[in-house]
């Protein structure tokens, strides 16, 4: 069984930084992409960053410049730290990863519970 535990959201201040993180744990055997998404009350959940195993990665442009994504790979994690925060950043944010378990080798998709991240202006 695999599972992704989300840490660091909170309240902050437009301007503000947060650091999340994501870690995956159980009977993993291999991971690929790790991606984090967000879901504000009322919208869709839409992709804010994602990083390959090899640690090339992509953003939405609405967080180019103020957000990075990385992982640590002996750590099966993957962090999100956010910088110049908006009130349009308010929302829950969710970290995916595409596992491989020991039991399958197959990879299927994972989510993490969710965090919130909240800020005020």
């Known amino acids: 069984q695999v599972q992704l535990v989300e840490s660091g959201g909170g309240l902050v201040q437009a301007g503000g930084s947060l650091r999340l993180s994501c870690a995956a744990s159980?009977?993993?055997?291999?991971?690929?992409?790790m991606g984090w998404y967000r879901q504000a009350p009322g919208k869709q959940r839409e992709l804010v960053a994602a990083?390959?195993?090899?640690?090339?990665?992509n953003y939405a442009d609405s967080v180019k410049g103020r957000f990075t994504i990385s992982r640590d790979n002996a750590k099966n994690t993957v962090y999100l730290q956010m910088n110049s925060l908006k009130p349009e950043d308010t929302a829950v944010y969710y970290c995916?990863?595409?596992?491989?378990?020991?039991?399958?080798?197959?990879?299927?998709?994972?989510w993490g519970q969710g965090t919130q991240v909240t800020v005020s202006s």
């Open positions: 995916s990863a595409d596992v491989a378990a020991r039991s399958t080798r197959r990879f299927d998709a994972y």
């Open positions: 159980g009977s993993i055997f291999r991971i690929n992409g």
């Open positions: 990083i390959t195993s090899g640690g090339s990665t």
